[in-house]
């Protein structure tokens, strides 16, 4: 079984930074790609920022030259460096997997963490 943990959410004024961590548990061979979402109170969950286990990198328009999405694959961990927070950043983030192989034929496919709530006052 593939658990992913978040940590790295609080409280921070307008204009702070955070980082953000996932953590990949159990029996895994390799990790596809990792991403970060948000949702806020009455809204859609969005994707914020992706990256492949090759390091390719993907980011929501509303983040770009802000947020920086890296990796560390021997860790199995996923970051998010969140910088120049703004209030419309306040959601709770969650962390996803793609495709998790638990051996090289075997994988398991969308795996979420918890969430952690991320609000940045004004």
């Known amino acids: 079984q593939v658990q992913l943990v978040e940590s790295g959410g609080g409280l921070v004024q307008a204009g702070g930074s955070l980082r953000l961590s996932c953590a990949a548990s159990g029996s895994i061979f390799s990790i596809n790609a990792m991403g970060w979402y948000r949702q806020a109170p009455g809204k859609q969950r969005e994707l914020v920022a992706a990256?492949?286990?090759?390091?390719?990198?993907n980011y929501a328009d509303s983040v770009k030259g802000r947020f920086t999405i890296s990796r560390d694959n021997a860790r199995n961990t996923v970051y998010l460096q969140m910088n120049s927070l703004k209030p419309e950043d306040t959601a709770v983030y969650l962390c996803?997997?793609?495709?998790?192989?638990?051996?090289?034929?075997?994988?398991?496919?969308?795996?979420w963490g918890q969430g952690t709530q991320v609000t940045v006052s004004s």
């Open positions: 996803n997997a793609d495709r998790v192989y638990l051996t090289v034929r075997y994988s398991t496919r969308d795996v």
């Open positions: 990256i492949t286990s090759g390091g390719n990198t």
